[in-house]
Antibody
C-alpha cells in the first residue's frame, strides 16, 4: 500500500519561499502509470490543485499560481518537492501531496503551513 | 470562486438518501471523468468515486456517482451519522492545460 508523507517548515515569513517535500513509500515514484501532485486547503475553505509532476520531470501547474510554483522530483530518494515563492498570508493552508492516476487516489496526511512574521 | 459549483451545505436524516450536485462546463465535466472525495473533520480527503461512477475497493455501494451533460451527481443512500463530512467533486479542465479543478465542497449534516 503506497503511503505519502509531507515534510517541511510549519511557519514561513511573508515574501519568503515555502518549501515542502513529499516522501513516497510502498511504491516507486518512477512507476509510469502515475503522476504526483500537490493540493492545498486554506483553513475552513475548499481544495485547490497546485500542480503535478511525472517522474521524468514533466510538470503542469495551476495557472493562478504558475509564476510562483516549482515542483521537482528526486527519483533516487523517491520524493517530490514543492517550492512556492513570495508567499503571503493567503498562502496559509494545509498542503497535501497525492498520487495522480489520473484521479488523486492516495493522499498524505497534510501539513499546515502558516505564513506569518 | 470554484470552476465547479456545489451547494455549500445539505442536511438529511439517518437512513435517507441525499444527492450532491456538481455543475461545470464542456471544458471540464462535459468531456472528462469526475471524481468525488469525502473529507472527515481534520483528515485528508478520501477517494469515493473515480471515472464518474466507479468505486475504489472498500467503498460501500451506498455511494454512487453519475453524470449528465455538464453536471455530475454523488448519491448517498442509507445515510449514517458517520457520513457527516465535506464532499468535493473534481475533474480536469481542458481550458487550463489539463489542470485539475475541484468544486467548492458541500458540507453534509446528518441530523
Amino acid at each position: 500500500q503506497v503511503q505519502l508523507q509531507e515534510s517541511g517548515p510549519g511557519l514561513v515569513k511573508p515574501s519568503e519561499t515555502l518549501s515542502l517535500t513529499c516522501t513516497v513509500s510502498g511504491g516507486s515514484i518512477t512507476n509510469s502509470r502515475y503522476y504526483w501532485g500537490w493540493i492545498r486547503q486554506p483553513p475552513g475553505k475548499g481544495l485547490e490543485w497546485i500542480g503535478s509532476i511525472y517522474y521524468s520531470g514533466s510538470t503542469y501547474y495551476n495557472p493562478s499560481l504558475k509564476s510562483r510554483v516549482t515542483i521537482s522530483v528526486d527519483t533516487s530518494k523517491n520524493q517530490f518537492s514543492l517550492k512556492l515563492t513570495s508567499v503571503a498570508a493567503t498562502d496559509t493552508a494545509v498542503y497535501y501531496c497525492a498520487r495522480l492516476t489520473p484521479t488523486f487516489d492516495y493522499w498524505g496526511q497534510g501539513t499546515l503551513v502558516t505564513v506569518s512574521s | 470562486q470554484s470552476v465547479l459549483t456545489q451547494p455549500p451545505s445539505l442536511s438529511a436524516a439517518p437512513g435517507q438518501k441525499v444527492t450532491i450536485s456538481c455543475s461545470g462546463s464542456t471544458s471540464n465535466i462535459g468531456n472528462n471523468y469526475v471524481s468525488w472525495y469525502q473529507q472527515l473533520p481534520g483528515t485528508a480527503p478520501k477517494l469515493l468515486i473515480y471515472e464518474t461512477d466507479r468505486r475504489p475497493s472498500g467503498i460501500p455501494d451506498r455511494f454512487s456517482g453519475s453524470k449528465s451533460d455538464t453536471s455530475a451527481t454523488l448519491a448517498i443512500t442509507g445515510l449514517q451519522t458517520g457520513d457527516e463530512a465535506d464532499y468535493y467533486c473534481a475533474t480536469w479542465d481542458t481550458s487550463l492545460s489539463a489542470g485539475r479543478v475541484f468544486g467548492g465542497g458541500t458540507k453534509l449534516t446528518v441530523l
